[in-house]
């Protein structure tokens, strides 16, 4: 049982790291005309990945939070890099 709870929250938080990209990319979208909408299947970490390979300074720097967030969970080194194209 514990096996598949874990499991079941690993689905959630992916859900509700979509959810998140969602909605903070939905927002940036709407104020700024040259963001593109945001793809409603890319986790958060995912779209912070695809930045900071590309240099992004602010994704440079929510990676380093990320990943360390990650890290303190137990997860390995470069979770955000990881995560592309999951």
Same mark, same amino acid.
């Given at each position: 049982?514990?096996?598949?709870? #874990?499991?079941?929250?690993?689905? &959630?938080g992916a859900? @509700?790291?979509?959810? @998140?990209? @969602?909605v903070? %990319? $939905?927002?940036l979208?709407? &104020?700024?005309d040259d ?12 779209r912070? $990945?695809?930045?900071a390979?590309a %240099?992004e ?7 380093? &939070?990320?990943? $360390?967030?990650?890290?303190?969970? %137990?997860?390995?080194?470069g979770h955000?890099?990881?995560?592309i $194209? #999951?």
């Open positions: 049982m514990a096996r598949r709870l #874990k499991a079941l929250m690993i689905e &959630v859900a @509700l790291s979509q959810l @998140l990209h @969602l903070l %990319g $939905g927002m979208h709407v &104020v700024d963001m593109p909408m945001p793809d409603r299947d890319e986790t958060l970490s995912s912070v $990945g695809r930045a390979i %240099g300074r602010w994704a440079l720097i929510a990676e380093r &939070v990320i990943d $360390g967030l990650f890290l303190l969970l %137990g997860d390995a080194p955000c890099r990881r995560s $194209g #999951k």
